[in-house]
């Protein structure tokens, strides 16, 4: 049986950029096994290059 259980969601938090990227990059995969390869390169350089703003808005 299925239990639902009455819990307050959790707050929510701004995405991280190791977040978003790790997001990104199962798209990548997810578009590499449906045959689209130009869209996981792509995807790919998206993630790197929101980890490399990640870094500047570090620094």
Do not use: F, W, Y
């Amino acid at each position: 049986m299925l239990n639902l259980a009455t819990q307050a969601p959790a707050p929510r938090q701004p995405a991280t950029a190791l977040i978003l990227s790790d997001r990104l990059i199962a798209l990548a995969e997810d578009a590499e096994r449906a045959g689209l390869h130009a869209t996981a390169s792509r995807l790919v350089r998206l993630a790197c290059s929101v980890l490399d703003e990640g870094k500047r808005a570090q620094a």
